[in-house]
């Protein structure tokens, strides 16, 4: 299936999706099924048109390709089409955001992957079982499998991580098998159809957190510290400037904390500013030892010196309440371990890092716990508060009784958390 790509003026980046009938293999209870391959996210042609060439070593385009298995049908003869487009949505998101995608990913898409009514409405990216990644004359490519979950298994795997969760559904022949084929009429999430992996789950939230290490969400901050400017004047000012914008090196660093989700046991630490990754790919998204304490890991501080990092005495943070709903999971899953977790704003380049006091690299410390650069707000937030925001902030994890806008406040702290909903953070103006 062709798209017309973006490149020859179409509104799809992808040049095209490959789509093949692999007979499976019954022996390893891997059913028949179409395997669809994406091209263009790597770089096809390495004439810098879509993508910059960084040489035979480093990742090609943006270092991926997508592929997807979906169960053959009795009596399907062509394989189904929708795939392609799914494709196309998220191939769209990475040439749009610039983030790329690793294993154990999730990506919530908020409705059934081919617009019927299945359950199967989010996805988990692996490595594709049987495409290793090649080298080209552009560079390296890895095959990231697209695989399709339910709204239950997108939450474990975000509260838990992506890989765990994989992991199972490798373990349940229906959901996934062994080579992880999505099956869109699948009715029940593995926890129904094993109720014993739901404690595999709680197990590992409880001793390893989260490794989601950020979000992409609707959030803003304000700084409580200034008087605000007169309405009519801020408002003009919005217009005619470019509100301030993030150094490329602060984009670097967040763009980095989003892709990295700190493993348990070694000292997170925020990646340094100027963080060259090994050839392109992350592989376990665990810090190299270097990145431990006993390394020079006040590189990671330095760069923040040329930077002017504003101390904030008094914050206001706002959310939508899809970004509000992890705020729990930000504080139990990550912090109350020792890490950091970002949200960074859909539509600009607000971001919102909490930090915990054990995470080298912040520019936010216990003397000045709210420091921004920019538009990039650092939180520190101390193991007490955090325990005791989790008591206020219970009623977050019960949608069903919430009326919006919601406000939570810490006077003694000068910090006001705000729910409130989506229209407000539509308009830029806001």
Same mark, same amino acid.
């Given at each position: 299936?062709?798209?017309?790509?973006?490149?020859?003026?179409?509104?799809?980046?992808?040049?095209?999706?490959?789509?093949?009938?692999?007979?499976?293999?019954?022996?390893?209870?891997?059913?028949?099924?179409?395997?669809?391959?994406?091209?263009?996210?790597?770089?096809?042609?390495?004439?810098?048109?879509?993508?910059?060439?960084?040489?035979?070593?480093?990742?090609?385009?943006?270092?991926?390709?997508?592929?997807?298995?979906?169960?053959?049908?009795?009596?399907?003869?062509?394989?189904?089409?929708?795939?392609?487009?799914?494709?196309?949505?998220?191939?769209?998101?990475?040439?749009?955001?610039?983030?790329?995608?690793?294993?154990?990913?999730?990506?919530?898409?908020?409705?059934?992957?081919?617009?019927?009514?299945?359950?199967?409405?989010?996805?988990?990216?692996?490595?594709?079982?049987?495409?290793?990644?090649?080298?080209?004359?552009?560079?390296?490519?890895?095959?990231?499998?697209?695989?399709?979950?339910?709204?239950?298994?997108?939450?474990?795997?975000?509260?838990?991580?992506?890989?765990?969760? %994989? +992991?199972?559904?490798?373990?349940?022949?229906?959901?996934?098998?062994?080579? =992880? #084929?999505?099956?869109?009429? *699948? $009715?029940?999430?593995?926890?129904?159809?094993?109720?014993?992996?739901?404690?595999?789950?709680?197990?590992?939230?409880?001793?390893?957190?989260?490794?989601?290490?950020?979000?992409?969400?609707?959030?803003?901050?304000?700084?409580?510290?200034?008087?605000?400017?007169?309405?009519?004047?801020?408002?003009?000012?919005?217009?005619?400037?470019?509100?301030?914008?993030?150094?490329?090196?602060?984009?670097?660093?967040?763009?980095?904390?989003?892709?990295?989700?700190?493993?348990?046991?070694?000292?997170?630490?925020?990646?340094?500013?100027?963080?060259?990754?090994?050839?392109?790919?992350?592989?376990?998204?665990?810090?190299?030892?270097?990145?431990?304490?006993?390394?020079?890991?006040?590189?990671?501080?330095?760069?923040?010196?040329?930077?002017?990092?504003?101390? %904030? +005495?008094?914050?206001?943070?706002?959310?939508?309440?899809?970004?509000?709903? =992890? #705020?729990?999971?930000?504080? *139990? $899953?990550?912090?109350?371990?020792?890490?950091?977790?970002?949200?960074?704003?859909?539509?600009?380049?607000?971001?919102?890092?909490?930090?915990?006091?054990?995470?080298?690299?912040?520019?936010?410390?216990?003397?000045?716990?709210?420091?921004?650069?920019?538009?990039?707000?650092?939180?520190?937030?101390?193991?007490?508060?955090?325990?005791?925001?989790?008591?206020?902030?219970?009623?977050?994890?019960?949608?069903?009784?919430?009326?919006?806008?919601?406000?939570?406040?810490?006077?003694?702290?000068?910090?006001?958390?705000?729910?409130?909903?989506?229209?407000?953070?539509?308009?830029?103006?806001?």
């Amino acid at each position: 299936s062709a798209g017309t790509p973006a490149l020859l003026g179409g509104p799809d980046p992808l040049d095209y999706v490959s789509m093949y009938r692999n007979l499976g293999n019954p022996a390893l209870n891997v059913p028949e099924h179409w395997h669809y391959v994406s091209f263009g996210l790597s770089d096809l042609y390495g004439d810098n048109r879509v993508h910059e060439f960084t040489g035979t070593d480093g990742p090609s385009g943006f270092g991926f390709e997508l592929t997807f298995r979906l169960k053959r049908e009795t009596g399907e003869s062509a394989p189904p089409t929708w795939p392609a487009e799914l494709m196309q949505g998220l191939a769209r998101y990475v040439f749009q955001s610039e983030n790329t995608f690793c294993s154990g990913d999730h990506v919530s898409w908020h409705s059934p992957l081919d617009n019927s009514e299945s359950r199967i409405q989010h996805m988990l990216l692996t490595e594709d079982p049987q495409m290793q990644p090649v080298q080209t004359p552009f560079g390296v490519v890895t095959f990231l499998q697209i695989v399709g979950v339910c709204t239950e298994e997108l939450h474990a795997a975000q509260q838990w991580n992506g890989q765990g969760i %994989l +992991e199972l559904l490798r373990t349940v022949p229906v959901a996934g098998g062994p080579w =992880l #084929i999505t099956d869109m009429r *699948r $009715g029940e999430t593995i926890f129904e159809i094993d109720p014993h992996l739901q404690e595999r789950v709680d197990k590992g939230i409880e001793t390893d957190g989260s490794n989601l290490s950020g979000v992409s969400a609707k959030c803003a901050w304000d700084d409580l510290s200034r008087p605000p400017e007169d309405d009519e004047d801020s408002r003009s000012i919005c217009i005619g400037t470019q509100p301030r914008r993030l150094s490329g090196k602060d984009t670097e660093q967040i763009r980095e904390t989003l892709r990295r989700g700190l493993e348990i046991n070694s000292k997170p630490v925020l990646p340094p500013i100027n963080a060259q990754r090994q050839n392109g790919l992350n592989h376990d998204r665990a810090p190299s030892r270097k990145d431990s304490l006993e390394s020079d890991s006040s590189a990671a501080i330095i760069p923040h010196e040329l930077i002017r990092t504003r101390q %904030l +005495e008094s914050v206001h943070l706002k959310f939508n309440q899809e970004s509000g709903a =992890l #705020i729990p999971l930000c504080l *139990r $899953g990550r912090l109350l371990h020792g890490r950091h977790f970002t949200y960074k704003s859909i539509t600009g380049d607000t971001a919102i890092t909490f930090v915990s006091t054990g995470v080298e690299g912040a520019f936010a410390t216990e003397e000045h716990p709210y420091a921004a650069h920019g538009p990039w707000l650092q939180i520190l937030l101390t193991e007490e508060f955090v325990e005791r925001m989790l008591e206020d902030l219970e009623d977050l994890n019960s949608p069903e009784e919430f009326k919006l806008p919601k406000e939570y406040s810490w006077p003694e702290k000068k910090l006001k958390v705000s729910i409130l909903p989506d229209a407000v953070f539509d308009n830029p103006l806001h």
